[in-house]
């Protein structure tokens, strides 16, 4: 059972980037689904959510109305798109499922990660 992101690279400031996260081995239609990011000399966030139907998505501030979280059970996959990128977004990006909202927010019995895929925006 795995989760495998993908669609990282290098992309100039004000650029946009879309993330794929495909699972794997089992069904995720059931897990919540989460992105988060690591820059360079800097813990972990958690970056945005979604249900696990669709219906409810959570983000970060500093990417709110920049980024949008979807997923499509039928394809096992969830999407990150990150539109007007800054500088300050470069990192990499992980997939993430778990149970719920909080278990994100809290960074808490996440139940499986994917490897993570480099964004880096030049200025």
């Known amino acids: 059972v795995q989760l495998q992101a993908s669609g990282g690279g290098l992309v100039q400031a004000g650029g946009s980037l879309r993330l794929s996260c495909v699972g794997y081995?089992?069904?995720?239609?059931?897990?919540?689904m989460g992105w988060f990011r690591q820059a360079p000399g800097k813990e972990r966030e958690f970056v945005a959510g979604i249900s696990w139907g669709g219906g409810s998505t959570y983000y970060e501030d500093p990417v709110q109305g920049r980024f949008t979280i979807s997923r499509d059970n039928a394809k096992n996959t969830v999407y990150l798109q990150m539109n007007s990128l800054k500088p300050e977004d470069t990192a990499v990006y992980y997939c993430?499922?778990?149970?719920?909202?909080?278990?994100?927010?809290?960074?808490?019995?996440?139940?499986?990660w994917g490897k993570g895929t480099l964004v880096t925006v030049s200025s």
């Open positions: 993430a499922a778990g149970q719920t909202l909080d278990s994100f927010l809290r960074r808490y019995n996440l139940d499986y």
């Open positions: 081995g089992r069904t995720f239609s059931s897990y919540y």
